[in-house]
C-alpha cells in the first residue's frame, strides 16, 4: 500500500515574529532592509498588559500599545536574521519585547519587476 504524502509541504522559509514596544519597528524594519537585504517585514500595533506589570500598578483598561513585526526569512538565513533582530531591536534588555521564529509552510515567494511604473503615470 502506497503511503500518502505529507499535505504540509515545507517552504524552506522561516516566519520571525517580534512583540516590541512602540515605536521600534519602523526603524528595525528599515535596518533589516539596508542591512539584510529583506523587504519581507509586516509590522501591526497591538494593545496588552505585561505579564510584569504588578496588579497595584495596572488600572482598569490599563493597556499598552505594542508593535508586532512580522518578517519571513529564508531558511539558510533565518538564525542569523533572527540574531540581528534580537540586538537591534533590544530585544536582549529588560522589557524589549519577545521574539519567536517557526517554520513556513506553502509560501509563495512574490517578486516585483524592476521597470513597475509611478502611480503618477
Given at each position: 500500500?502506497?503511503?500518502?504524502?505529507?499535505p504540509?509541504a515545507t517552504?524552506?522559509?522561516k516566519?520571525?515574529?517580534?512583540?516590541l514596544?512602540?515605536?521600534?519597528?519602523?526603524?528595525?524594519?528599515?535596518?533589516?532592509?539596508a542591512?539584510k537585504?529583506?523587504?519581507t517585514?509586516h509590522?501591526?500595533?497591538?494593545r496588552?498588559?505585561?505579564k510584569?506589570t504588578?496588579?497595584?500598578h495596572?488600572?482598569?483598561?490599563?493597556?499598552?500599545?505594542k508593535?508586532?513585526?512580522?518578517?519571513?526569512?529564508?531558511?539558510?538565513d533565518?538564525d542569523?536574521v533572527?540574531?540581528?533582530?534580537?540586538?537591534?531591536a533590544?530585544?536582549n534588555?529588560?522589557?524589549?519585547?519577545?521574539?519567536?521564529?517557526?517554520?513556513v509552510?506553502?509560501?509563495?515567494?512574490?517578486?516585483?519587476?524592476d521597470?513597475i511604473p509611478?502611480?503618477d503615470?
Amino acid at each position: 500500500m502506497a503511503m500518502a504524502a505529507d499535505p504540509v509541504a515545507t517552504s524552506g522559509h522561516k516566519l520571525i515574529t517580534c512583540f516590541l514596544p512602540l515605536g521600534v519597528a519602523t526603524p528595525l524594519v528599515k535596518a533589516i532592509k539596508a542591512e539584510k537585504g529583506l523587504a519581507t517585514a509586516h509590522v501591526c500595533n497591538a494593545r496588552g498588559v505585561g505579564k510584569l506589570t504588578q496588579t497595584e500598578h495596572r488600572g482598569l483598561g490599563d493597556q499598552a500599545e505594542k508593535q508586532v513585526l512580522r518578517v519571513v526569512v529564508p531558511a539558510e538565513d533565518a538564525d542569523d536574521v533572527f540574531e540581528f533582530i534580537y540586538f537591534e531591536a533590544g530585544i536582549n534588555k529588560p522589557h524589549g519585547g519577545l521574539i519567536l521564529m517557526a517554520r513556513v509552510d506553502n509560501f509563495v515567494s512574490l517578486v516585483l519587476p524592476d521597470d513597475i511604473p509611478d502611480e503618477d503615470d
